[in-house]
């Protein structure tokens, strides 16, 4: 018996996995990663490692969690306010190349 749950709970993962890979939204893939690992952590209780199931669920599905929300949460905000900042280092020296350049007319 407790092998076809562990055999189940093993594909949910993998699915679940596929399923953060695809997803289109940013917040749906932390939400389905946090859940794969609370189900990893289950699964690890099932096949006798308690010390690892708790080290998945503290850190897998808490802090790593916590870590990625708090990602996409600065993101979004640096993302409205840096509009007008050089996306890249190319884009700041041809700003720079071209502010050098040009001559002011008289």
């Known amino acids: 018996m407790t092998t076809w749950i562990v055999l189940a709970i093993s594909v949910l993962l993998v699915l679940m996995a596929l399923a953060a890979v695809f997803s289109r939204s940013l917040a749906s893939a932390v939400i389905i990663l946090s859940t794969l690992s609370l189900f990893a952590a289950l699964l690890f209780v099932l ?3 308690p010390d690892v199931a708790i080290t ?5 599905s808490a802090l790593t969690t916590v870590v990625f929300v708090l990602a996409l949460y600065r993101t979004r905000n640096a993302a409205c306010a840096d509009d007008d900042a050089p ?3 190319a884009d700041e020296s041809s700003a720079v190349t071209r502010s050098t350049l040009e001559v002011p007319r008289a």
């Open 47 to 49: 096949v006798a490692a």
């Open 56 to 60: 998945e669920a503290a850190i897998g």
């Open 87 to 89: 996306k890249n280092a």
